[in-house]
């Protein structure tokens, strides 16, 4: 007996839940095949504020958990999506059109990524942190902390593991995330938001959009509650239209030259500086 399929309804990932876009709007994807795969829902600015308000309410709570409790969480994405594996290859496979074998190869790679970063939460301090030599008696420390409200353009390709290697950093830190996924491959984007609802993140700390990065880039910049912002998966120009834009509030933007790096977890933190007296 024949059935109809229920097929996939890709929406954005917003406070820990999976709204439509407030405008309505979607817009079409085709696979590599040029055939249709879905209307995933087109973001418009509401939705970025939503996604800001969610992910500020989010980052005190996600800053101040201890670092070793940040890695068991992003160590738990991993184990999460080690059992989706198959799905997230099939999406890549029929976006990207490539074969099962490299798109597998791209799954374990973005899984290897949460693991080599959930290692990083709690040694960050070693390498970055120092007690400083003052002349006085007083005891200087300075510490890395998180910056706030991220935003980040994942890469186009590859799809997975592009998102995967900007994200990742970012709330390994200890900040919270709007992610503007790729507007042409966005499908792992959004599996990887359903992967994130039960991994024991709390709700707010990664907050997953699709749509226009042409439309939403100017907000982002902006946004007078965005922090910083990688630029991973704008064009040249677009990044420097962003750069504009975001001068008047002095946002940390980047663009990374290595793929997996402390460096992409220390861009997007300060440093915190305490006096402490010796003595009475």
Same mark, same amino acid.
């Given at each position: 007996?024949?059935?109809? /399929?229920?097929?996939? #309804?890709?929406?954005?990932?917003?406070?820990?839940?999976?709204?439509?876009?407030?405008?309505?709007?979607?817009?079409?994807?085709?696979?590599?095949?040029?055939?249709?795969?879905?209307?995933?829902?087109?973001?418009?600015?509401? =939705?970025?504020? =939503? @996604?800001?308000?969610?992910?500020?309410?989010?980052?005190?709570?996600?800053?101040?958990? #201890? @670092?070793?409790?940040?890695?068991?969480?992003?160590?738990?994405?991993? *184990?999460?999506?080690?059992?989706?594996?198959?799905?997230f290859a099939d999406e890549i496979c029929l976006l990207e059109g490539v074969s099962n074998k490299v798109a597998k190869l791209q799954v374990d790679e973005a899984i290897d990524t949460w693991v080599w970063y959930s290692g990083w939460c709690d040694k960050l301090f070693s390498i970055s942190g120092s007690q400083n030599q003052v002349s006085g008696p007083f005891y200087n420390f300075t510490t890395? *902390? @998180?910056? $706030?409200?991220? @935003?980040?353009?994942?890469?186009?390709?590859?799809?997975?593991? $592009?998102?995967?290697?900007?994200?990742?950093?970012?709330?390994?830190?200890?900040?919270?995330?709007?992610?503007?996924?790729?507007?042409?491959?966005? +499908?792992?984007?959004?599996?990887? &938001?359903?992967? !994130?609802? #039960?991994? /024991?993140?709390?709700? &707010?700390?990664?907050?997953?959009?699709? $749509?226009?990065?042409?439309? !939403?880039?100017?907000?982002?910049?902006?946004?007078?509650?965005? =922090? &910083?912002? =990688?630029?991973? $998966? +704008?064009?040249?120009?677009?990044? *420097?239209? !962003?750069? +504009?834009?975001?001068? /008047?509030?002095?946002?940390?933007?980047?663009?990374?030259?290595?793929?997996?790096?402390?460096?992409?977890?220390?861009?997007?933190?300060?440093?915190? #500086?305490?006096?402490?007296?010796? &003595?009475?």
């Open positions: 007996m024949s059935r109809i /399929d229920v097929n996939k #309804t890709y929406k954005l990932f917003i406070g820990g839940a999976f709204p439509r876009s407030e405008s309505g709007r979607v817009y079409e994807i085709k696979g590599a095949n040029k055939k249709f795969i879905a209307n995933p829902a087109q973001a418009s600015r509401k =939705d970025l504020r =939503d @996604a800001v308000v969610a992910a500020k309410s989010a980052v005190s709570g996600w800053a101040n958990a #201890t @670092a070793f409790n940040r890695g068991q969480i992003l160590y738990r994405i991993a *184990e999460i999506m080690q059992g989706r594996s198959e799905q890395p *902390e @998180a910056l $706030g409200v991220v @935003a980040v353009f994942a890469e186009s390709k590859p799809s997975l593991l $592009g998102v995967v290697r900007t994200l990742a950093p970012v709330i390994a830190a200890g900040n919270s995330a709007v992610v503007i996924a790729s507007e042409s491959y966005p +499908l792992s984007a959004i599996t990887l &938001g359903e992967v !994130l609802a #039960t991994s /024991d993140l709390p709700a &707010g700390v990664v907050n997953i959009l699709t $749509g226009k990065s042409s439309e !939403l880039a100017p907000w982002v910049g902006s946004h007078m509650e965005i =922090d &910083g912002v =990688d630029v991973a $998966g +704008l064009s040249k120009k677009q990044e *420097e239209e !962003l750069k +504009l834009v975001g001068a /008047d509030n002095l946002k940390r933007i980047h663009r990374f030259a290595t793929a997996n790096s402390p460096e992409r977890i220390l861009s997007f933190m300060e440093h915190k #500086t305490i006096w402490h007296p010796i &003595g009475i």
